[in-house]
């Protein structure tokens, strides 16, 4: 009976249930399960420690990094606690809030393996390790084909975006509303030997820039947070030289409402046409949207779309249907909805 006390106690914690609720669908290591819980890393240790010593999970070592899983004498059929393991996975499978997060970053574990990992093919064909191959290497060799140019890297964050851009810009101003993430900023820009930022705290609303002094606008998952999109777009533009672009990352519309209080996320993400919509109301022309990533299982679909500000000379801008007409003068204020 102390053991079966015990037991229950040890599973009467809500964050031990999300563990073995994620580890029984896939190894993962500390800093993974960090990321999907949203738990301090030593809670997730301890957590581990105590489930480790009841038989719940096992660890493997592999590479630089300790692998955890459900322990497979828990799962097995002909486990003494099958039973058990029985009820959890029953209960496991009911979706509540805090799952459909847990799932979805789960998803974005795998999502961001599969992109690191040096191994790709097509379709059946057996997947080839190509030594070195990297898409943030693809991406860096791409950046040093663009002319010098400046940009604007809008809702920044933590300025991942806006250093890899300095590699390549003459210039990158980051903006965002947070003092906190901007200093993050730029201590690893520091760190990295980046110097061409320049690091501006402000609204997408209210951008601290002035008229046409960049050349390109970059808004990487940064609209669905902004209170008015309409807005954001129209600030872009008007920093934008004549000729400059825009480059959205945005999510697809999705039914993930847990974002808004767990991610502060304004709006539940974009469809393909209000996003073409948005981007014709604030004056850019030439206008795509396109699908940038999507993976099964993964309720996130990732859009980019990109739009070009009149140049010098060119009269056009798009209508809300995505059709070139003409408009005198060019609006270069706030546009609203």
Known sequence: MDDASSLLRLLGDETRLRLLRVLSREALNVSELTAILGVAQSGVSRHLGLLREAGLVSEQRGGTFTWYRLASEFEAESSERAPLWAWLRAEFARATTDTRADDARLEEIRRVRQESFAQHGAG??????????????????????LPAVDVADLGCGEGYLAIEAGRWARRVTAVDRSADVLARGKQLAARRRVRNIVWKRGELEQLPLADATVDIALLSQALHHAAEPDRALSEAHRILRPGGRVLVLDLRQHGESWVRPQLGDAWLGFSDEELRRLLGTAGFHDVTVRVGTRRTGDPFTVLIAVGTKTAAGDRRTMNRSGADRVRLPVHKGHATR
Do not use: D, F, M
């Open 124 to 145: 059946g064909e057996q997947r080839q390790l190509v030594p070195g191959r990297s898409w943030a290497a693809w991406a860096r060799a791409l950046g040093l084909l």
